[in-house]
């Protein structure tokens, strides 16, 4: 492997995003990083067939509008727990619109669907590990009496070989997420690795790094 494709543990802190380090017991004290956090798949996974899966959730295959909301693209890597990129990894990624609501018959809210919104796609990592993709910021919506759920997006990565994720990406700095109970049931020390600052511009762009853990793995 191409050391210029390895994430060190300098990397990982040097980009806050998504990843969490530790150090293995040694004189040399070799990187090591840990799987990202689990969190919840939810009630919303798609349950319909769907063609139009591909990077860009702001446009329907077939329809000429665009989803309505703010425009944001989220990028990132999957890598194994010695910071080498996992090619071909299947990320699967699916989220609520602008307005909260899921393209879901178990989401019965009277939130307004949006019929140009994509609102799922299935991704393939490339050789250095890498996806992307473009979609809209999802809104915050009511889950149960007052607790109201931030702005998320759900993720499925799985590849052979290693154990298959299940977790949420949140919006670093969102009031809602220190009050969510999804996120508050992430261990403290963790959650960072679930949020994700994203920069001020037109289009604003965010890092998601992934870490899998191998198969075998405590």
Known sequence: MDKKNKV????LIRAGTGMAAGVFAGNAAASALSPTPDNPEGPF??????????MDLTRVAGREGRAQGQVIRVSGRVLDESGEPIEGAVVDVWQANAAGRYDHEGDTSDTPKDPNFQGWAVLKTDAEGRYAFTTIKPGPYTA????????????????????ELITQMYFDGDPLNDKDQ????????ERKHLLVTFSEQDIPEGEFNIVLGSVGTA
């Open 8 to 11: 060190t543990r300098r990397d």
């Open 144 to 163: 149960m009496g007052e607790w109201v759920r931030p702005p998320h997006i759900h993720y499925k990565v799985s590849r052979r070989g290693y154990k």
């Open 45 to 54: 996974y798609p349950i319909h067939e769907q063609t139009d899966r591909d």
């Open 182 to 189: 999804l996120f508050k049931a992430v261990p403290e020390g």
